[in-house]
């Protein structure tokens, strides 16, 4: 047995498949009696032990040692356990579904045992015999609560509504769990959206970005200041500590300089958010685009005549400007193999289908003809200024006529080139597609926007070098793609095809993106 291997692999803080209650002593001894190591169980994911010791934390092939005290693992009836905590939204619909897709597909049956309204088990059991095979444990709270559990060692996924904050991130890193920002560290599951909705007999039928933000910040008081009636707004919120809550104040309110206003109705619930909106007709709420229920969504709108709508391609491109995508964070730890084996299902194209059918919005790429988009296209003609020439306004139509668009995009980090999450998980969404040969013997081209401050030139400049890396991004991580299966290209047409007002940070960080078109 390679002791020093074991020495290495714990400086990587691998799985913690033992609660840090059920820890006990244990003693590791190699096959032929000549290494011997004692110390406190912490985990067993099926192969490898980990081990607390006076030497540091260990962890142990355990093909090669046989375990003896009161805390070693039954290795005959293995079951792998994996414990998950955070979002409500995600732990109600979202992950029950994906875990019983991920049986089906095995073969197996997932049965659900709930212990109260905030926990529940999924068991999940061979078909033939009944034999267990894994078994999912369920905290069903908010993402603050799901990080908290994580750096106290009491969850192996978070399920989070919003990005790791940099304080969470920070305590992360110093308690041996990674860089929980790393492309293996955290995923987007599927996408959600801030939608503001009232009740169906308000008169209200859309909304500035601007005024939403104000409105929450207490700027607005009266349904009169936006074209309603003489009455005062009422407010509701998720419950304090839930991702889509704190999305509010990072995407919405911290933009604009605004803080959240006191007295702000909250709810556990997405679902009682809802019905308290629906049932007040003087109440505004900001629900998840997979929960709006009876209430009625406002499109989003800007002072240059935009409108935008929550819907699934407007969300799915990320054209809409308060999409919020749903986050599994997971330390660096060595998770179960049956746990391993759900993680890469949850990315799959049959999982997609799944996320879909439970009323979110999936990353699979789909294509979007040309004729669909005639608004756009339109929207580009009539607010073109005179830094934009006709002559550039009739080479992209030219050059996107023959194409269609996908649906998946590319935008950035506020100040930054770098991809924002959605936008990374898009990488690997289209490097994959590559690679299974979705896009043999067409033309991909990634065509660079950018908003329109500054000079035409300059912005279709910074476009044209998103759009290259970009692409560099998708060829690296397309490892296994032979280089002659897809022809690539870039462009870039800089400010002349917006998707929002130039008036706001929203509308600009809209309109700062990379699409990919295909023949």
Known sequence: MNWHRAAVFAALSLFVAVPPLAAQDVTLTSSDGAVEVSGTLLGFDGEFYRLETKYGELTVDGSGVSCEGPGCP?????????????????????????????????????????ADDRHFDYVLS??????????????????????????????????????????????????????????????????????????PANPIRRISTTD???????EILSWADLGGPDAPIALHLPEVGSGLAQAVEDRLLRP???????????????????????????????????????????????????????????????DYPLVSPMFLYMPARRLP??????????????????????????????????????????????????????????????TLAPLTRLSTSFRFEVGSTRPDAQSRGN????????????????????????????????NRAIAQKRAES??????????TAEAAQVEIGVDAFGEALPMACDDSDWGRQVNRRVEVWLR
């Not at 995600?90 to 095995?106: H, K, S």
């Not at 299902?345 to 990353?363: E, K, L, M, N, T």
């Open 126 to 199: 061979r078909g033939e015999d009944g034999v267990m095979m894994a078994v999912f444990n369920f905290r069903v709270s908010n993402t603050d609560e799901g990080f908290a559990d994580l750096l106290a060692n009491e969850a192996d996924i978070v399920l989070a509504l919003r990005e790791i904050r940099p304080g969470e991130r920070q305590r992360a890193f110093d308690a041996g769990m990674g860089d929980m920002t790393d492309r293996n560290r955290s995923k987007v599951l599927a996408l959600d959206a801030m939608v503001p909705v009232v009740a």
């Open 337 to 398: 193999k049956v746990a391993r084996e759900f993680l890469l299902y949850v990315q799959s194209p049959a999982a997609q289908i799944v996320i879909r059918r439970a009323g979110f919005v999936d990353q699979a790429p789909e294509r979007i003809a040309i004729d669909t988009q005639g608004d756009r296209l339109a929207n580009a003609i009539a607010t073109a200024g005179p830094e934009v020439p006709l002559e550039e306004l009739q080479r992209m139509i030219a």
């Open 427 to 458: 990488i690997e969404q289209l490097a994959r597609a590559i690679e299974i040969g979705g896009f043999d013997a067409e033309r991909l081209l990634f065509v660079g926007f950018s908003d329109g401050d500054g000079p035409a030139e300059a």
């Open 212 to 218: 939403l933000a104000r409105i929450f910040a207490g």
């Open 74 to 114: 039954n290795l005959t009836d293995y079951v792998a356990e994996l414990a998950l905590s955070g979002s409500a939204t995600m732990a109600d619909v979202l992950l029950p579904a994906l875990i019983e897709g991920f049986a089906l597909r095995n073969g197996w049956r997932a049965a659900r045992e709930t």
């Open 470 to 479: 970009v692409r560099d991004a998708v060829l690296a991580a397309a490892k």
């Open 256 to 318: 604009a300089g605004l803080e959240l206003a006191e007295g702000v109705a909250r709810h556990g619930r997405n679902s009682d958010l809802v019905r308290a909106v629906v049932t007040d007709p003087f109440a505004i709420g900001i629900a998840s685009f997979a929960e709006t229920g009876m209430a009625r969504g406002l499109p989003l709108t800007g002072a240059c005549g935009f409108s935008l709508q929550a819907n699934r391609r407007s969300i799915k491109t990320e």
